[in-house]
């Protein structure tokens, strides 16, 4: 599920995100994603045990140890990982499962969406936000000069 109306709905659904595999170090990528949601309005969880605290958030061993409700399970872990944590998702009443870039696991699509999980594969969920709701440019600002849409006065 990658195109571009089921990616909105599922961005624009989303409030919480917990981020599987979220480092404290901050030239990792799952730390720069992490911190942008965070600047975007969503609540991030960190998940990952070794870490306390990652951004100012309390950080959870695993999926099951959060207290709160989560929408988005954003997973950046090796695929074969996946399987595991898609079952987690299942678990806790997760209604997004986001693999990130690069991870691919079949198995774990199929545990989730059989859930009723959506599902989404090997894309960035930082990426994706800027790409639809318009924070994506050539110097990582929003101008709003750039647009797919023609003005108006081109049309006639």
Known sequence: M?????????L????S???????????????????????????VIPVNPRYEE??????YPDLASIPEKVDMVDVFRRPEQCPDIARQA???????????IGVVS???RQIAADA????????????EYA???GGLHWFGVNTRLISARRPLSAIH
């Open 54 to 59: 990652i951004l100012g958030e309390k950080c």
């Open 116 to 127: 009723g999980l959506e599902v989404v594969m090997d894309r960035c969920v930082k990426i």
């Open 90 to 100: 299942v678990a806790i009443g997760a209604r997004f499962l986001w693999l990130q």
């Open 106 to 108: 079949e198995a774990a």
């Open 2 to 10: 990658s195109d571009i109306q089921t990616l909105r709905h599922i």
């Open 12 to 15: 624009g659904e989303t409030r």
């Open 131 to 133: 790409r639809l709701f």
């Open 17 to 43: 995100l917990a981020m599987v595999g979220l480092s404290a170090d901050w030239f990792r990528p799952s730390n720069f994603a992490a911190k942008y949601m965070q600047a975007h309005g969503y609540r």
